[in-house]
């Protein structure tokens, strides 16, 4: 139900901008879901990275501030994560993951796509 893109090789100080699109999604369904992006890095635990709300309030985790930029598009039932002055310590692979406002057994996750930040 979520599909990510935009994961890549990149090197330090550079950017990128993953998507994750769920083409499945009834629109007026996908407004009732909290989108967010995750990362789990080698040997870590999943970690969350950014949110955004169906409002549109974001959420960021200390690491990122300021370097990183979560959005969406209802009517396209698209969120992206524009990514800044990447660090070699943003390695991961990224996780779309979308979780209803309503029901807490609603929540969905994509398959992930790879970021490398390295020289």
């Known amino acids: 139900r979520l599909v990510e893109s935009g994961g890549g090789l990149v090197q330090p100080g550079g950017s990128l901008r993953l998507a994750c699109v769920s083409p499945?999604?009834?629109?007026?369904?996908?407004?009732?879901?909290?989108m967010g992006w995750y990362r789990q890095a080698p040997g870590k635990q999943r970690e969350l990275v950014a949110t955004?709300?169906?409002?549109?309030?974001?959420y960021y985790v200390d690491s990122v501030k300021g370097r990183f930029t979560i959005s969406r598009d209802n009517s396209r039932k698209t969120i992206w994560l524009q990514m800044n002055t990447l660090k070699p310590e943003d390695k991961a692979i990224y996780y779309c993951?979308?979780?209803?406002?309503?029901?807490?057994?609603?929540?969905?996750w994509g398959p992930g796509t790879q970021v490398t930040v390295s020289y």
């Open positions: 993951n979308a979780k209803s406002d309503h029901d807490d057994n609603e929540n969905y």
């Open positions: 499945r999604a009834i629109l007026s369904v996908f407004n009732q879901y909290t």
């Open positions: 955004v709300t169906s409002g549109r309030t974001t």
